[in-house]
């Protein structure tokens, strides 16, 4: 008896005003908008977890630190609920002890009942969700970045003039190697958020690639009629080309699944690459190499990222083609010789043939260079 007058004792009288003591403030909006976060709202939210993810950041090593800050998203995100569920359960199970529940706890019993008691508003699971997609958008950007830099820095300014063949022979290292991260990124979404790695098969390089070259075909007649054309060309892919958000809001990042995060991956590095588009110019060589890195990308990004819409309204898989479509675009502004934007095949002096970059991308994946090089991008189904 004694035992249990103590265990009531700790009950306080007033429910409601015990809670308010133990549970994190509610968001000061009507509707609680997490897409118009208050500032107090995101001080408190941010400001623990900053500190987290910074010290990861500064302590860690790279490839752990990336990980880790992945494990916060999904520990925030499963904390929405976990946390909820725990405490209903616990102040419901002390509250009927000896006892006739009162005030907010005059529900029925059920499970469900409490958690809405507690959490009716689903203010604490709001708030815990809102970490999770701030955390969870820092790792995105953070491979973007990663992928960026090696894109930007192999892809374009790596590419020499005089080292680069005038027919090229396939993708260029930094290419697959951004793929390569989109890989490790899909496998460690995989592994923490659950599902499969990959979206879709491996590319065959048959298909066409929906690119606007096909806009123009190489003729006999070149000259003054091909450089208009040519400059039509390029006022028409300006007019379709779609605008992309490139970088996400931390309440934009609502799906935690590969796909998702590596299409948000890639954006962001192949948005990069746009940008340093921009301050360079192309010989004939840099361009026709930059043509294949970009069909070579284009193909293999339904292999990462499924071909269906995310929680922000847009595409994933489309919206990195149409990134991959301005890189060309812009390529083409800066390139030296005219006459070889938006050309779509290769004339090989050789074997007096044209070659177009599909059959160059289908030669690669089937030469002896590609077999180590090939399962370093592509994800196998049983990982």
Same mark, same amino acid.
């Not at 103590?6 to 007033?14: G, L």
């Not at 308010?20 to 118009?36: A, Q, V, Y």
């Not at 006739?100 to 699971?125: L, R």
């Not at 812009?330 to 090989?348: I, M, Q, S």
């Given at each position: 008896?004694?035992?249990?007058?103590?265990?009531?004792?700790?009950?306080?009288?007033?429910?409601?005003?015990?809670?308010?003591?133990?549970?994190?403030?509610?968001?000061?909006?009507?509707?609680?908008?997490?897409?118009?976060?208050?500032?107090?709202?995101?001080?408190?939210?941010?400001?623990?977890?900053?500190?987290?993810?910074?010290?990861?950041?500064?302590?860690?090593?790279?490839?752990?630190?990336?990980?880790?800050?992945?494990?916060?998203?999904?520990?925030?995100?499963?904390?929405?609920?976990?946390?909820?569920?725990?405490?209903?359960?616990?102040?419901?199970?002390?509250?009927?002890?000896?006892?006739?529940?009162?005030?907010?706890?005059?529900?029925?019993?059920?499970?469900?009942?409490?958690?809405?008691?507690?959490?009716?508003?689903?203010?604490?699971?709001?708030?815990?969700?809102?970490?999770?997609?701030?955390?969870?958008?820092?790792?995105?950007?953070?491979?973007?970045?990663?992928?960026?830099?090696?894109?930007?820095? *192999?892809?374009?300014?790596?590419?020499?003039?005089?080292?680069?063949?005038?027919?090229?022979?396939?993708?260029?290292?930094?290419?697959?190697?951004?793929?390569?991260?989109?890989?490790?990124?899909?496998?460690?979404?995989?592994?923490?958020?659950?599902?499969?790695?990959?979206? *879709?098969?491996?590319?065959?390089?048959?298909?066409?690639?929906?690119?606007?070259?096909?806009?123009?075909?190489?003729?006999?007649?070149?000259?003054?009629?091909?450089?208009?054309?040519?400059?039509? #060309?390029?006022?028409?892919?300006?007019?379709?080309?779609?605008?992309? #958000?490139?970088?996400?809001?931390?309440?934009?990042?609502?799906?935690?699944?590969?796909?998702?995060?590596?299409?948000?991956?890639?954006?962001?590095?192949?948005?990069?690459?746009?940008?340093?588009?921009?301050?360079?110019?192309?010989?004939?060589? #840099?361009?026709?190499?930059?043509?294949?890195?970009?069909?070579?990308?284009?193909?293999?990004?339904?292999?990462?990222?499924?071909?269906?819409?995310?929680?922000? *309204?847009?595409?994933?898989?489309?919206?990195?083609?149409?990134?991959?479509?301005?890189?060309?675009?812009?390529?083409?502004?800066?390139?030296?010789?005219?006459?070889?934007?938006?050309?779509?095949?290769?004339?090989?002096?050789?074997?007096?043939?044209?070659?177009?970059?599909?059959?160059?991308?289908?030669?690669?994946?089937?030469?002896?260079?590609?077999?180590?090089?090939?399962?370093?991008?592509?994800?196998?189904?049983?990982?």
């Amino acid at each position: 008896g004694e035992d249990l007058e103590e265990e009531e004792d700790i009950i306080p009288d007033d429910p409601e005003e015990y809670l308010e003591e133990i549970t994190p403030s509610r968001l000061e909006t009507n509707d609680h908008d997490l897409e118009n976060p208050t500032d107090e709202e995101k001080n408190k939210v941010e400001d623990k977890l900053y500190e987290i993810v910074k010290d990861v950041h500064d302590n860690a090593s790279v490839v752990m630190s990336s990980d880790l800050t992945l494990v916060i998203a999904e520990m925030c995100r499963q904390a929405s609920q976990d946390v909820v569920d725990g405490i209903s359960q616990s102040i419901a199970g002390t509250m009927g002890v000896g006892r006739k529940a009162s005030g907010i706890f005059q529900a029925s019993s059920s499970k469900e009942s409490e958690k809405q008691s507690f959490d009716g508003e689903e203010t604490v699971s709001e708030r815990f969700n809102v970490a999770a997609y701030r955390v969870l958008c820092v790792y995105t950007i953070n491979r973007g970045c990663d992928a960026a830099s090696v894109g930007c820095s *192999g892809m374009l300014w790596a590419s020499s003039p005089e080292r680069l063949p005038s027919i090229p022979t396939g993708p260029s290292p930094a290419a697959w190697q951004m793929l390569e991260i989109a890989k490790m990124t899909a496998i460690d979404c995989a592994d923490v958020f659950g599902g499969f790695p990959d979206a *879709g098969p491996v590319s065959t390089f048959t298909g066409d690639s929906g690119d606007f070259s096909s806009l123009v075909k190489r003729s006999g007649g070149l000259g003054a009629h091909m450089d208009a054309m040519k400059g039509l #060309q390029l006022d028409v892919e300006r007019m379709f080309t779609e605008r992309v #958000q490139i970088y996400p809001t931390g309440f934009q990042m609502k799906e935690f699944t590969p796909s998702a995060v590596v299409a948000v991956m890639l954006r962001t590095a192949v948005g990069a690459i746009v940008e340093h588009v921009r301050v360079r110019s192309f010989t004939t060589k #840099q361009y026709r190499q930059l043509q294949i890195d970009v069909e070579f990308l284009r193909q293999l990004v339904p292999h990462y990222v499924k071909d269906e819409f995310l929680a922000d *309204g847009t595409n994933g898989c489309k919206s990195v083609h149409t990134l991959l479509n301005d890189v060309l675009t812009k390529a083409g502004e800066r390139c030296l010789d005219l006459d070889v934007v938006g050309t779509d095949e290769f004339f090989d002096e050789s074997s007096s043939q044209y070659i177009t970059p599909t059959i160059l991308l289908q030669r690669f994946m089937v030469s002896e260079d590609s077999d180590e090089i090939i399962p370093r991008f592509t994800i196998e189904r049983n990982h």
